[in-house]
């Protein structure tokens, strides 16, 4: 796999392509482990689309602003393309592509009928009005429009966007098309076809995948969460909710920690009313790099990628950690975890409830149906423990880790799909 990972100088590598040097290197390790040939290396680690835009944004002073989306569709061998969209800053093609083919090896992982796609904007939302953002939105949606659509590519939503982003892609979509396409994006309000518990599913999913992974009651279970949005505030809670005692969360603005253990409602409301965790008054204040050093039993990154690393990654003193987010730990931090006995349950396993739930959003779209929240529930217990069964299973048959037996499981499907349907031409 080394001629996919072309070298860089090291202070030259962009978050973005430190996150695709993870991708390349993971799926490098499962194609060897699969005996894959090379030409099929080689496609599953080329985007079958990528698309970058300029998209020009009118503020509210009258200045346009231009900034630039993409979206990449990684592959689309078992079904139509499926992933969020970010915004944020730092976000770049590279980071894009690596995400987009995670999400690849998520959708095969837990058997739901979708290729991997991801889509992004270099924007800080933060910084953007309600309107200018709503502009920014549809204009983006306007330019990547040829990629997506309910049998294409399907969008949801990720860091930086919400329901209200899913809303006007819908819409804008909608308005283009001449008719309502619920199914063209998932994560979207209850009141435009959304669906019963997709907006805890990533949370629950991560639950599924901690207490699963831990064996045993989870009363009294310390907990650190790093990143307190949509997935690390609701996983913190739902985790709360069964007895554990989450003693730290952090969200970019600052970390909070009580040894006693938070109380998680409480500062999700802080956190609504104040923008942030910083200056809950029942907690002390503590940096973001204490949190990894706690003395926890789980702890779970749910911010961004590449926040585990050969630095830190010794004095991670969590007997467990489950990646709320995709690709936060290095494939140096995952040996240094791997020697220290630390079982990592990875992204494409521990978060895939959002995807799970996504999925069964769009079935319900698609078929003009609703299942009830319990119906809901069920279906995505039954996959994340099902697919978390055949990872540990295949981890100790091999001697894996569970992240290589997820990759090994992931890219093996969809290195068969394309094996199945042959080259054309
Ligand atoms: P979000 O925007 O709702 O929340 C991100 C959180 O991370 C915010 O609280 C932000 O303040 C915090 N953060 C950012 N930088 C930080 C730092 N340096 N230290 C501490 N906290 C920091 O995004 P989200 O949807 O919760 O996504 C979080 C992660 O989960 C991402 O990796 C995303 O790809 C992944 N994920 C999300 C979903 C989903 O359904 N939303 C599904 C699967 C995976």
Redesign the pocket.
């Known amino acids: 796999m080394t001629v996919m990972v072309p070298s860089r100088t090291p202070a030259l590598i962009t978050p973005g392509q430190q996150a695709l040097d993870s991708a390349l290197h993971q799926l490098g390790q499962a194609a060897e482990h699969l005996g894959l040939d090379e030409g099929l290396r080689t496609m599953l680690a080329t985007p079958r689309r990528s698309l970058t835009v300029s998209v020009p944004v009118r503020r509210e002073d009258g200045r346009m602003d231009v900034v630039q989306g993409f979206r990449v569709q990684h592959n689309v061998s078992r079904g139509p393309a499926k992933g ?1 969209i ?1 915004f944020h800053p730092s976000t770049d093609i590279h980071e894009v592509t690596a ?1 987009a083919m995670w999400m690849t090896w998520k959708c095969a992982l837990v058997g739901i009928p979708y290729g991997g796609a991801k889509g992004g904007v270099a924007v800080n939302p933060a910084e953007l009005t309600t309107r200018e953002l709503e502009r920014l939105t549809r204009r983006y949606v306007n330019e990547i429009l040829p990629l997506i659509g309910p049998e294409k590519d399907i969008p ?5 966007t919400d329901e209200q982003t899913m809303a006007w892609i819908m819409d804008t979509y909608s308005v283009n098309a001449g008719y309502s396409v619920p199914g063209v994006v998932t ?1 979207k309000p209850m009141t435009l076809g959304g669906s019963l518990g997709r907006a805890g ?2 949370s629950r999913g991560v639950q599924i995948a901690a207490l699963t992974a831990l064996g045993r009651s989870p009363e009294g279970v310390r907990v650190a969460v ?7 505030a609701l996983a913190a809670q739902y985790l709360s909710d069964v007895g554990c005692t989450v003693v730290a969360v ?4 600052g ?1 909070v920690h009580d040894a006693g253990g938070l109380d998680i409602a409480g500062l999700r409301e802080h956190s609504a009313q104040t923008g ?1 965790v910083s200056g809950y008054r029942h907690a002390d204040a503590m940096s ?1 790099d204490e949190l990894f050093e706690l003395d926890v039993d789980l702890l779970i990154p ?4 590449g ?1 585990i690393t050969a630095e830190n990654a010794p004095r991670v003193r969590a007997r467990l950690i489950v990646e ?5 730990t290095t494939p140096e931090a995952d040996e240094v975890l791997a020697a220290n006995g630390t079982t990592v349950v990875p ?1 494409i396993l521990a ?1 895939a409830g ?2 799970i739930v996504s999925y069964l959003e769009w079935v319900q779209n698609m078929q003009a149906f609703s299942w009830s929240a319990a119906e809901v529930e069920l279906k995505l217990r039954d996959l994340m423990q099902g697919a978390f069964g055949e990872v540990k299973s295949l981890a100790a048959e091999k001697g894996l880790t569970l992240r290589q037996a997820a990759h090994v499981i992931g890219v093996g499907r969809v290195a068969e799909a394309h094996q199945m349907r042959g080259l054309y031409p």
Request: glycine share 28%; proline share 5%.
């Open positions: 969020g970010r995400l949801a939503p990720d860091v930086g994560g599913a990533t790093q990143g307190f949005g949509k997935v690390g952090s969200d970019v603005g970390a942030g973001h749910a911010a961004l990628e926040v709320g987010a995709n690709g936060p992204d978060n959002g995807v």
